[in-house]
């Protein structure tokens, strides 16, 4: 086994640097995970940008690898044997809480990194907490006995795997959150990673009229939308987008509005209560907005609209990914767009955030081994 490991640590905002570090003592309840794949979504992008704090931290929450050197207590813990693919939540729960017991690791205080200094969390712990590789931009990662792992079904590769992050977010936003079924009429704003993965979760569940609305340089995003199973897509800045989800939907409005726009300050939420049916349709939103002046509260009740909130993803929701990904059904592989490696960390987050001539990005795959030797 190699005494050290490459990793992309962030050491300031905007600024990762690659560093040798020791490779961790493994005991009998624990393991390494030899990096396939961390893939690259929104959050990373923010916390880049603006770190929580200023410690160095390995960043990388959506990892996808094989389990090398796990001690005989790790693996009866898990199931796992040295060269199992997995994929590894990012967060290590207490497993005693009732959250954890049933598999709502999210909501785990030992999870939190924003009320707990020190919570565990793939991709937001500091270097100097014992174990030291918490994150996915690193050759391994190391896995304590409390670290929540899904066994990729075989025939789902490394790459695809590394959607289920986003495709969870999408089945537990979308199903188990907002309550989308059979039958239902729905409006996914922003053609993103969690909305197009909101696409599938909802035409899965059975909703007869998917809508997703998006900008003009979302041409390529928006017609993914479709092939993974929208019925209708919208291009908020050439059309009157109000006149055309009524028209869509009979005058009626629509279900349900799921709102994926993250950072498009408060005209997504206002609009979305705008089209929403007359009675007990739900308006589900993440929560990017620190406050909302002048929030519609008579319109909302006026209508019955129930808001729901999106946070994470629950065991079953990581669970139903993978079975969805193994499907074949959707052609979810046209998420995955880019590949880097290591020494391309940088790079490869600021060209999902559109800060490169990189074009077309949905999902980034940070790849530690990408041409190289393992």
Known sequence: MVEQVLAAVRTAPNTTELRELPMPRVADDSALLKVEVAGICGTDVKMYRNPPFDDPVIMGHENVGTIVNAGPQFRRLHGVDDGDRVFVEHYVGCYNCQWCRIGEYRHCEATDWRTNTDARRYGYTTLNHPGTLWGGFAEYMYLPWNAVLHR?????SAELAGLVTPLSNGIEWALLAAGVGYGATVLIQGPGQQGLSQVVACKQAGATKIIVT???KDRARLDLAV???ADETIDVTTTNAHEQVMDSTGGKGVDFVLDCTSRAGTAPVL???????????TLLIQGELAAFPDFPVKLLTEKAITIKSARGHSYRACELALEQLASGRFPLERLSTHRFALDRVDHAIR???????????IHISLMPWLGRES
Do not use: H, M, Y
């Not at 990729?152 to 789902?156: E, F, K, Q, T």
């Not at 060209?351 to 990005?361: I, M, N, P």
């Open 152 to 156: 990729v079904p075989d025939g789902v």
């Open 214 to 216: 998006g900008t003009t």
């Open 227 to 229: 092939a993974l199973g």
């Open 271 to 281: 609009f979305g209560i705008d089209v929403l049916k007359r009675r007990e349709g």
């Open 351 to 361: 060209s999902l955030a559109g800060d490169t001539e990189e074009q077309d990005v």
